[in-house]
């Protein structure tokens, strides 16, 4: 183990690629994350010569940041933020950005026995204000001693943390301290490393606490799950203040060894084939993630295009991992037909299944195994039966999530609270090494979802089936009508088959009729300028959803960008119901 009063000579130790990368192969001998600490996984991989690599919008390289160098960055922090009084067990907050800054103070903070909280950048929805509320909840939430900013985030930054009298600075600051020869505090694998806070934190955060046990019993067990190879590369542009990105894509690569490449999360949205081109220039086996629309926006940008085979070499791609939403099978083969004389392999998909509860993962499909499905029929998925000669028999394909990973268990429980038998949908629990802590300073909220003997009541809804996860939606997205029970996923599917729609036009939730009467809503992005062809529009979305429910529902038709989505990206039901009934998102008005 390396002293932290040590430092690597990082232009004499570490020999970047001709390239001008960190390498993808090294002599270092791979450790899958049989770690104790976070730290002592950084002092590890820090010997070697691998690192982070981070790129412009083009994908053009900007930065080697071998680990020693990153190493020596968060030591001088840790020292610095000791010199400012920072005491073990105060909270860090950062914003997230993905870049050599976040990274050191996030390992600064680490080596300094510091908590560090890492924070959402601005979304395109909702403007400053919504943005500086949002910082303004999870500060109160974290109670963090320092908050630290990129400069360009000062106006908002500032903002939050005058109204919370909070001590803010932006991190190219910290520079002017001096990092003194301080002594650091030791860690243990049982004390907290850091909170994460789950996408769809709002109004009532939820901060979740993780132990440095938990965070390398789960980065080894996502390891031996996707078969670490020396030849592997990771590349990413998932954000740094999601679980997928921070612990699949940030620290994992650490804790595993890998030299990982980096598009920033915006530069994706702008152009997402920028991602697969950094993937086609890579000369090592390919570990990359991404939720289901990351796939999709890159199928639809190709539509336009030259052939794929003339672009981009995916030959490489050994584990397209797919995970943090639901997995849509008609968006993945639609990228395997896309992609697939660009070298792409349907065997590469990996779907998964976790949440920031388990630290990241639940479960992992076996490499080379794909995407699989099965099929589940309606009053299977409703648990109200109906009379197949009554209607027409519907299925929903399912996608397979793969098995638990190493150290967890995973169990399936009705509404009684016992285990469901095989192929029964219920509630999905789960327990393990990985198992969070609980929530941070709310320990209400921690008994609600975790038992005492360490189960997680995980909020999802699936089955067990030959030993493999399936996921089929949130317990908390269930629209009930007639005691009959509705996936919002089928209803927004049904909606996206007719032309001109995609991924994340509609959101789909139940709301109060005049009467009292629980009815289906339905929010659609609408392109459509002609009030006349909003009308006949809405008639079809009607038909289309009262196929599905047998009640007919109420069809809003809203401007382009109005639906929310969380700080991951995801599609929020719950908030496009707020705002929708609060009067906040206007719909388009329709001829009758």
């Given amino acids: 183990m390396i002293d932290v009063n040590d430092t690597i000579d990082t232009p004499t130790a570490v020999k970047l690629a001709p390239n001008g990368y960190t390498p993808t192969l090294d002599r270092l001998t791979r450790r899958i994350a049989d770690f104790a600490t976070l730290g002592e996984a950084l002092d590890y991989a820090a010997t070697g010569q691998r690192g982070m690599n981070f790129h412009d919008a083009r994908g053009a390289l900007v930065r080697a940041y071998p680990y020693a160098e990153l190493r020596n960055d968060g030591l001088a922090h840790a020292r610095r933020f000791v010199a400012m009084g920072l005491n073990k067990g105060d909270r860090l907050a950062l914003v ?49 001693k320092l908050f630290l900013y990129p400069p360009e985030l000062e106006e908002f930054a500032l903002a939050a943390a005058t109204k919370l009298g909070i001590a803010a600075r932006n991190w190219d600051s910290l520079a002017e301290i001096d990092s003194a020869a301080v002594a650091l505090p030791e860690a243990s694998g049982d004390e907290i490393g850091y909170l994460q806070y789950s996408s769809g934190s709002t109004r009532f955060p939820h901060g979740v606490a993780v132990t440095h046990r938990a965070l390398l019993d789960n980065l080894r067990a996502h390891g031996i799950g996707v078969e670490v190879q020396d030849s592997d590369r990771c590349i990413s542009w998932l954000p740094w203040y999601h679980d997928m ?21 915006e530069d994706f949205a702008r152009r997402p084939l920028a991602w697969l081109d950094l993937i086609s220039r890579n000369p090592g086996t390919t570990l990359s993630y991404s939720p289901t ?37 008609d968006v993945m083969q639609a990228f395997v037909d896309e992609f697939a004389d660009a070298g792409f392999k349907a065997s590469s998909f990996c779907p998964s299944y976790g949440l920031a509860e388990a630290t990241l993962a639940v479960s992992i499909m076996p490499p080379g195994e794909g995407i699989r499905l099965e ?109 009959r029970n509705h996936w919002p996923q089928d209803i927004e599917w049904a909606v996206e088959q007719l032309p001109g729609f995609k991924s994340g036009d509609i959101a789909a939730f139940a709301i109060t009729g005049p009467l ?77």
Wanted: net charge neutral.
């Fill in 96 to 144: 997230a950005e993905t870049g050599p800054e976040f990274a050191a103070c996030f390992f600064g903070a680490i080596y300094a026995g510091l908590w560090p909280v890492p924070l959402p950048l601005p979304t395109s929805f909702g403007g400053r204000e919504a943005y500086v509320d949002q910082l303004v909840v999870m500060l109160t939430s974290s109670d963090p």
């Fill in 245 to 265: 990105g921070l612990v699949g894509c940030m620290l994992s690569p650490v804790a595993n060894q890998l030299s990982v490449d980096y598009l920033k999360t």
């Fill in 293 to 329: 629309f990351g796939y999709d926006i890159c199928s639809r940008r190709m539509s336009s295009q030259t052939k794929a085979a003339d672009r981009f070499d995916l030959s490489r791609w050994r584990i397209a991992g797919n995970g943090a939403d639901m997995i849509r099978p």
């Fill in 375 to 483: 099929l589940v029929e309606e009053s299977e998925l409703s648990g109200v039966g109906t009379p197949a000669q009554e209607r027409p028999r519907r299925y929903r394909a399912v996608v397979n999530c793969g098995k638990p990973v190493v150290g967890m268990e995973v169990e399936i429980r009705g509404p009684d609270g016992t285990p469901s038998g095989e192929s029964s949908i219920g509630k999905l629990f789960a327990r393990g090494s990985s198992i969070m802590a609980g929530y941070f300073r709310d320990e209400e909220s921690t008994r609600a979802c975790l038992s005492e003997d360490g189960w997680l009541d995980t909020g999802d809804m699936g089955y067990l089936s030959n030993g493999y996860v399936f996921i089929v939606g949130r317990a908390k997205d269930m629209i009930i009508i007639n005691g």
């Fill in 516 to 592: 009292g009467e629980e009815t289906p809503a339905v929010l659609v992005h609408c392109r459509v300028s002609d009030p006349g062809e909003r009308g006949r529009l809405r008639d079809d979305i009607r038909e289309r959803v009262r196929a599905i429910t047998g009640i007919t529902p109420v069809v809003e038709l809203v401007p382009p960008r109005t639906l929310p989505r969380t700080s991951s990206g995801k599609l929020s039901r719950t908030k496009a119901r707020n705002l929708y009934l609060s009067g906040e998102i206007i719909p388009f008005d329709v001829a009758a």
